[in-house]
């Protein structure tokens, strides 16, 4: 768990923050029927739209289905 005053963040500080891998991607976990969101390092995340609470790392699917 991590709060933070900054209204953005990229995906490098929630890898930072979140202390995950290179070698993994992250995630924001989103609710309902939608798929989670694929943050890229270089990628800004408003912290400020409502739901954005939640982010996850998990190696790279290396298969197909």
């Known amino acids: 768990s991590y709060e933070t005053d900054r209204q953005y963040l990229t995906g490098a500080d929630i890898r930072r923050i979140g202390n995950i ?3 993994y991607q992250i995630f924001l976990s989103v609710k309902g029927p939608y798929e989670d969101e694929l ?14 609470e939640s982010f996850y790392g998990c190696k790279p699917n290396t298969t197909n289905g």
């Open 21 to 23: 891998s290179e070698g």
């Open 39 to 52: 943050i890229e390092d270089h990628v800004r995340v408003n912290l400020a739209r409502p739901g954005i």
